[in-house]
Structure formats: C-alpha cells, structure tokens
C-alpha cells in the first residue's frame, strides 16, 4: 500500500466535499439534502482516481517514447523488434482516452425527452419544449466540456447532400402532363408532399415548388450558408445560449413566413452538438442524445439517425405515462431500440415513464383495483402508481428482452429496467420530493455507467503499457540472446493446430444461425403478402398516400420523415426471417453468453486465447524460462491486447450481417420500386401498388427469399475468414518478436528501468484503486442508512 501512497493518498477519504458541490444547485432544498449532498460521490472519487491512473501511465509511456527514439535516432536501420516497440507505444499514447458513452433518449413526440435532458443538465429551458406540437427538429447532442462558454455547434447538410434531398423532393413534387390523379383532385397534396413544398419554401422562397431540379440548383437561397458548413454560437450564460439556439431547434410551423436567417437554413440542419461547462451532473465523456421521430427523408440524416441509435451503449425509450400502454408508437421505438442491440452498440434499454405528476385523483382512486391502504393524497396516488407500473413493466419489458435477446444476460440481469420520472416536479416540488422525481436516480445510473467503462478501460490500458515496459526492459538484459529456437518451433506447431480448432469452432457456431434463416425463410414465403398489404393499405384509403407511396419508392421502400411515421417495406416483409433469427443471432454475439452452450462466439475466442497464454507459460517452465520470465510475461500480455482487438472487429461487421437482409431484399426490389414511382396519372396509387405487389410477388417467385438467407449466410463465412485472418497476421508478428535468434532484432537500448518500476507501481495500485471504490460504496451504503432520508417524507408533501 506504502508505494500508492503518494497518488492515492493525497486525498483524504471519505469526505471530500469539493467533489460534489454540485455548482448550480437549487433553492428550496431543506437542510436534510443538503447534508445527503455533501456526502462524496462515491463515483467521482473513483473517476478521479482512474483518471490519475491513466495520466500517469500516458506519462511513463511518453517518457519512455522518446528515450527510445533517440537512442534509435540516428541508425541506418531500425531493428524489426524495436520498429514493433516504437509502433506500439505511440498507438498506445495516441490511443483516445474515453469513447464517449451515448445515451439515446428515443421517444414519440411530445413524450417529454428534451424536458428530461433540461431537467439531467440542471438547466431549466436549455432546449427548446412546446406542449402543443412537434418541437425538436433534429437530432441534439448534449454534453459537458472543459471549457468555461456554453457553446453550441450546427451542423449543416454538404453541398452534396442537399443537392441529393433537392433532386428527390422535385421528384416528389414533379406532376405529369397528363391531369393529375382523381385522389390527388379530391383530397389535396398529402402530407409528404406539404413537407417539401414547405422545406423549398423555406430554403429559396415562395414560388420554389414550382421550379424544376436544375432551376433550384441555379436558384439563390435565401439565408445565408457558412463555407465550412457549421455554425457556431457561444454564450457565457445558459440563457443566452438557449436563446440564440432556439430557432435552429425548433419545428418551425408551417405557412409561417419568417425572415430570420436561422429559418432559411433551417432545411439544411443535420445535427445539432450542445456543450455545457464542466459540469458534475453530467461528467465529461457522456453524451446525452436527443433522438426525436422515426428518421427522415433526407438519405444522409435517415442514415444519421439510424447511427446514431447504433451508436449509443445505452437507450432510453421515452414514455408519457398516459400512453406507456398499448400505443403502437411506443412499441415500435421499443423494437427498434432492440434491434440497436442486435446491430449496434447498445448493451442497456430502459424504459423511462414520464410526466408521473400527472394524475387525475377521482379517476385514479375509482379505477384502482390494487392495494388495500386508503390514498389519501395525490401524491400517494402518484408513488402508488410508479411501483404498479414499474412492476408491470418490467416484466413485460423483460419478456420481450428475453425473446429476442435470450443471451444477454447483462441486460436481462439489470436490476431497474424501469424509471418512473417526472421533468415538472423536479423543478416544482410541490407533489413530490426531489428523489422521488428519480431525475437524481437517472444521473447516478450515468455517472456508474461512466465509471464502470472508465474503470475497465483503464484496468486495460495500464496493463497494456506495463507489458509494454516489460518487453523494452527486457531488450536490455543480455540474457535474452540466448537461442530459443526449440521453443518457437514448438510453439508455432501449437499455434497452427489451435487455429484450425478455432475455425471449425467458429463453423459450428454459425452453424446455429442456419435453421432459423431456413425456418424464417418458410414464414416470410406464406406471410410477406398480408405484411406487404398492412403497410400499403392505410386508414383513410388511398387519400394523401399517392404521394407517400411515391416518396417510398424513390427511396427504395423506405419512407422516413421528421414528423411521420417510418414505413419500410423491405423491413416489413423480411420481419418474419427475423423473428426466426433474432434470439439465436443475439446469442451469437453475445458478450455474456454461457460459454457451455457453444453459442456465444466469443469465449471460443477466449478459449483460444487462454491456450495460447497457458502454453507460452507451460513452455517457459519446461525450459528453465526464468531469466526471461519478462518477455514471457509480455507475450501473455499481449495475446490479450491483440484479441482484444477482434472484439471490436466482430461488433463492427455485426452490423453488415445483421442488415444482409434488409438489403439483399431491398436491393432485388430496386428496379421494381423504380418502375412504381414513374406512375403518375389517373389511379396512380392503385396502379403504383399494382406494380410493387407483382413486382415483389415476383421476385419472392425468383427466390428472393432464398437470396437474402445466402447473403447472410456469406456475411457469417466472411466474419470467421476476418477473424482468422486476423488471428494469423497478429500471432505471426508476435512470433518473430519473440524469437530473438538471427537477423540483430535486439539492440541495447536506452535505460527505462526508472520508468519501468514506475509502470510497476501503477499496475498494482490499479488493485488498489478497485479496493477503494468497494470500500466507499460500503461507506456511502451505511451512511444513506443511516441517513434521515429514509424517514417519513416531511408534512408539506401529504397535504
Ligand atoms: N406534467 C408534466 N409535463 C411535462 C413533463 N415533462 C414534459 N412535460 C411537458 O410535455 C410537453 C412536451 O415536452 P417535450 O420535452 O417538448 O417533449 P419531446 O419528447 O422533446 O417532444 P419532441 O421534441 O416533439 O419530440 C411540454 O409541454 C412539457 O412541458 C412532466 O414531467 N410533467
Ligand atoms: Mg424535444
């Protein structure tokens, strides 16, 4: 313990209050959260001490970079194994300290998210809400920087981008010579259409709708559009940010004719970044994203918004609690939000309930069929209501988690799936105490997500640098010129074999995914008819949908906007496939799969892993190893860093496979939807559903079925050739690197014994470090205990 000391000891523990004094904070609060505030944030501490850690090592390594290339500097060659080590340890300076961790908060209009996201901040009206119709309009990043401005960062479409939304919005908008159709004379332009009109209008002025593709291009916008495509604002206050932010946020209605610049752009809006001052309610490295509708018509920002939901590790579906049952809506978010975690990143949903304030007494107390106290409140009838719909929730979300992702425990282990929230309160407190809004139970699950990612990366990267340290340390020992040829011959047999074993492994793996394909296969011949009518036929008929349609077939089935709802056909008729393959796909690649079943893919990899290093350790004793115990430690080391690598390989490539089938329908469908969206005329839209229905009958007749499954299954042979590949290439460098006979791999370098013992010290304090985190949350646990809090709430909240 003596030799942490002196970095870990420099603060005392438990209490170390500057830590939590959260800046802003609010009035209103009574003495007994006042003292529950100033109690340390078990999780601060330990993010400070992780990234002292960190520092520190980053320190080490660059002190040992540049010892290394002056000593190499001037040299005709460079020995293979330093050129490695010199490689290695600027990867591993240059190597980003954080990923930011996304949190998407993913809901209907209206739901509450950006009310949520103020409340988080602490920042009353950062972002624009309106009760009364569509607010945000784009895609909004929140997060917290060094710097002491708020400033925010508009991002714009490219040149290129908009020419591409411009060409198919004339094309939406493009009427034939011959009289328009019957539905369109009766009902008026329907809604995707009034978007476009209304996005030109803004864009060039009254009149635009009428001109062609190659007049608008011609055409003078309006506004003003900056060279570098971004705008920047900044402001010393929240306030004045929020207001210049406003306009560039909000929906801006329709049929209004404003003249500010900020409307004119407004079409052109792809994404908007927000970043507060250092703040401790929202730490550095986490990224709040606002994610409004169901994408968009705009290939480049449809795109954007389904990254952006891979992109984050954790989704919040946002839920009003008036509509948090039944609501197609709200289902169709909670699917997508799992499909991020088959495709993307996503490892966390949770379903947070909103606007829990809002609750009619009478009505509540006459339908309640549970419990046997007697409410006397409104905000008995409130709590009461949480822990019913927290209850009912859960299980249900838990269910449906279990069906489509049977093998992420992680997820399916997570103790709350469920928040019941309430954005007003937390500002009013007048019905409920500020712990009880749950905003503070949201903002702890942040900063524990923060440090749980902080801690494993760090736990990482001080164990990569020590063994790099180890192996430039041990090129100085003379020792290591002795000739190990024997072992390497040994070794690299081994290898070989246990490749081969790794690849029929990752066959039989895959092999899992071949049934339900085939089984999906079946259900999406017999079903894809009924599926493809649910999406062509809606509601009100064929009124306003001509136009719709048109606008999905120039998009090759899909038709996103920022305000209605996604329809998309190649989705709709693969879905069955997917019901099929979507809980053996999931097991396939999950992290936390029970290496028994020999589903999981990835403790093959670890297996492989653990033979190899148990290897290397068997034939270091075998041979009397022990002067070089160093490098044999190293190569250890870096198995582990080479195949950690692949992880992020294989979750990268996931995405593709997951999507194979998607796209291989989309894709045989192309010349199909090509042909609907020429229709114009009388009965266009029958006619336009004519084509698709025969078209994709067609196809289906032609296997297109058939095809999809073959793509995925040549996506799944791809990945097992990537992995192997990779495999190969990195164990061969580690061989050579290891043999230290022949070509003067070794040279004498510089001396980083000093930097070595230091890389020695912080290894071991990163024990140390775990320790004292347990110990404080022990501390803090005992502490809440005790804590008043747990009392009866005070009188003011029972009247
Ligand atoms: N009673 C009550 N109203 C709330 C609460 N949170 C938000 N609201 C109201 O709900 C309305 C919609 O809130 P927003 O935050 O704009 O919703 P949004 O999900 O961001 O909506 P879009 O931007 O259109 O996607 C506003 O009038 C808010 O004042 C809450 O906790 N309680
Ligand atoms: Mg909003």
């Given at each position: 313990m003596a030799e942490t000391e002196d970095f870990l000891g420099q603060e005392?523990?438990?209490?170390?209050?500057?830590?939590?004094?959260?800046?802003?904070?609010?009035?209103?609060?009574?003495d007994r959260d006042q003292r529950f505030r100033a109690f340390p944030s078990v999780e601060q501490s330990a993010l400070k001490e992780y990234e002292r850690l960190e520092s520190r090592t980053r320190r080490v390594l660059s002190n040992t970079y540049q010892k290394l290339i002056q000593s190499v500097f001037l040299d005709d060659s460079i020995p293979n194994g330093v050129k490695y080590l010199i490689n290695r340890l600027l990867a591993l300076i240059e190597k980003p300290s954080l990923d930011p961790i996304y949190i998407g908060l993913f809901g209907s209009t209206g739901a509450?998210?950006?009310?949520?996201?103020?409340?988080?901040?602490?920042?009353?009206?950062?972002?624009?809400?309106?009760?009364?119709?569509?607010?945000?309009?784009?895609?909004?990043?929140?997060?917290?920087?060094?710097?002491?401005?708020?400033?925010?960062?508009?991002?714009l479409l490219s040149d290129q981008e908009w020419k591409e939304e411009l060409k198919n919005l004339t094309r939406l908008?493009?009427?034939?010579?011959?009289?328009?159709?019957?539905?369109?004379?009766?009902?008026?332009?329907?809604?995707?259409?009034?978007?476009?009109?209304?996005?030109?209008?803004?864009?060039?002025?009254?009149?635009?709708?009428?001109?062609?593709?190659?007049?608008?291009?011609?055409?003078?916008?309006?506004?003003?559009?900056?060279?570098?495509?971004?705008?920047?604002?900044?402001?010393?206050?929240?306030?004045?940010?929020s207001v210049k932010l406003d306009p560039y946020i909000r929906t801006q209605r329709r049929g209004w004719d404003g003249e500010s610049a900020e409307t004119h752009i407004w079409p052109l809006i792809k994404l908007v970044e927000v970043t507060l001052p250092k703040s401790e309610?929202?730490?550095?490295?986490?990224?709040?994203?606002?994610?409004?509708?169901?994408?968009?018509?705009?290939?480049?920002?449809?795109?954007?918004?389904?990254?952006?939901?891979?992109?984050?590790?954790?989704i919040w579906v946002i839920s009003d609690i008036e509509r948090v049952s039944g609501g197609r809506a709200h289902e169709d978010l909670l699917n997508e939000s799992i499909k991020a975690c088959q495709r993307g990143f996503c490892r966390d949903v949770a379903l947070v309930v909103t606007k829990t304030d809002k609750?009619?007494?009478?009505?509540?107390?006459?339908?309640?069929?549970?419990?046997?106290?007697?409410?006397?409140?409104?905000?008995?009838?409130?709590?009461?209501?949480?822990?019913?719909?927290?209850?009912?929730?859960?299980?249900?979300?838990?269910?449906k988690l279990k069906s489509k992702l049977p093998a992420d425990l992680k997820i399916l282990e997570a103790s709350e799936l469920v928040y019941t929230v309430s954005a007003q309160e937390y500002w009013q407190q007048g019905l409920l105490a500020e712990e009880e809004t749950e905003i503070p139970k949201l903002r702890e699950y942040i900063r524990r997500r923060l440090l749980d990612?902080?801690?494993?990366?760090?736990?990482?990267?001080?164990?990569?640098?020590?063994?790099?340290?180890?192996?430039?340390d041990s090129f100085n020992c003379a020792e290591n010129l002795q000739n190990e040829y024997s072992h390497m011959s040994v070794l690299r047999r081994f290898v070989e074999e246990k490749i081969q074993l790794l690849e029929r492994s990752i066959d039989q793996c895959f092999a899992h995914i071949e049934r339900p394909l085939q089984e999906g296969v079946r259900d999406a011949r017999t079903a894809y008819r009924r599926l493809l009518g649910a999406c062509l036929v809606r509601s009100k008929g064929n009124q306003g949908f001509h136009q719709t349609l048109k606008a999905v077939c120039l998009k090759n089935g899909i038709y996103a906007s920022r305000t209605l709802a996604r329809i998309?056909?190649?989705?709709?008729?693969?879905?069955?496939i997917y019901d099929r393959v979507d809980p053996v796909f999931g097991g396939i690649f999950s992290r936390s799969g029970k290496p028994t079943d020999g589903l999981a893919l990835m403790p093959h990899i670890d297996a492989f892993k653990h033979s190899l290093q148990e290897k290397m350790t068997e034939i270091g004793i075998r041979n009397g190893w022990k002067y070089d115990s160093y490098k044999r430690s190293f190569l250890i080391?870096?198995?582990?860093?080479?195949?950690?690598?692949?992880?992020?390989?294989?979750?990268?490539?996931?995405?593709?496979?997951?999507?194979?089938?998607?796209?291989?329908?989309?894709?045989?469908?192309?010349?199909?939807?090509?042909?609907?969206?020429?229709?114009?005329?009388?009965?266009?839209?029958?006619?336009?559903?004519?084509?698709?229905?025969?078209?994709?009958?067609?196809?289906?007749?032609?296997?297109?079925?058939?095809?999809?499954?073959?793509?995925?299954?040549?996506?799944?042979?791809?990945?097992?050739?990537?992995?192997?590949?990779?495999?190969?290439?990195?164990?061969?460098?580690?061989?050579?690197?290891?043999?230290?006979?022949?070509?003067?791999?070794?040279?004498?370098?510089?001396?980083?014994?000093?930097?070595?013992?230091?890389?020695?010290?912080?290894?071991?304090?990163?024990?140390?470090?775990?320790?004292?985190?347990?110990?404080?949350?022990?501390?803090?646990?005992?502490?809440l205990r005790m804590s008043p809090s747990k009392a009866p709430p005070p009188s003011r909240f029972n009247s």
């Open positions: 005392p523990h438990p209490v170390d209050d500057d830590l939590l004094k959260e800046p802003m904070k609010k009035r209103r609060r009574s509450g998210k950006s009310s949520l996201i103020n409340a988080i901040i602490q920042q009353d009206m950062l972002l624009p809400v309106s009760g009364e119709s569509i607010c945000t309009s784009c895609i909004v990043q929140v997060s917290s920087g060094c710097c002491e401005q708020y400033e925010a960062k508009i991002h908008l493009h009427r034939a010579e011959e009289p328009s159709g019957e539905e369109e004379d009766a009902w008026g332009r329907d809604d995707a259409v009034e978007e476009a009109v209304w996005k030109l209008q803004l864009f060039y002025g009254n009149g635009a709708e009428g001109k062609n593709y190659e007049e608008l291009l011609r055409a003078k916008p309006k506004g003003k559009i900056p060279a570098s495509r971004v705008i920047t604002l900044k402001a010393e206050e929240a306030g004045e940010l309610l929202i730490p550095e490295g986490v990224v709040l994203v606002d994610i409004p509708g169901t994408g968009d018509f705009n290939s480049k920002r449809d795109e954007m918004w389904k990254k952006t939901i891979d992109k984050c590790s954790v609750l009619h007494l009478p009505e509540y107390l006459r339908e309640r069929k549970v419990g046997n106290q007697a409410i006397q409140s409104q905000r008995e009838a409130v709590l009461e209501r949480n822990t019913m719909i927290k209850l009912q929730r859960n299980k249900m979300l838990k269910e990612k902080k801690r494993r990366m760090v736990t990482t990267y001080v164990t990569e640098a020590f063994g790099l340290l180890l192996l430039t998309d056909l190649n989705e709709a008729i693969t879905q069955p080391q870096e198995i582990s860093a080479i195949l950690g690598g692949l992880e992020g390989h294989i979750l990268r490539k996931r995405r593709r496979i997951y999507e194979s089938l998607t796209t291989s329908v989309q894709s045989d469908l192309k010349p199909c939807y090509e042909e609907a969206a020429q229709i114009t005329g009388k009965k266009a839209c029958e006619r336009m559903k004519d084509v698709i229905r025969r078209g994709v009958d067609r196809q289906v007749a032609e296997g297109m079925f058939e095809r999809a499954q073959q793509r995925m299954q040549h996506q799944f042979q791809q990945l097992k050739n990537g992995i192997t590949e990779k495999v190969k290439g990195s164990i061969a460098t580690m061989l050579t690197l290891a043999s230290s006979q022949g070509d003067g791999l070794y040279k004498e370098l510089a001396d980083v014994k000093s930097e070595y013992k230091e890389m020695e010290k912080l290894h071991r304090s990163l024990r140390e470090v775990a320790e004292n985190a347990v110990l404080r949350r022990g501390m803090q646990d005992f502490l």
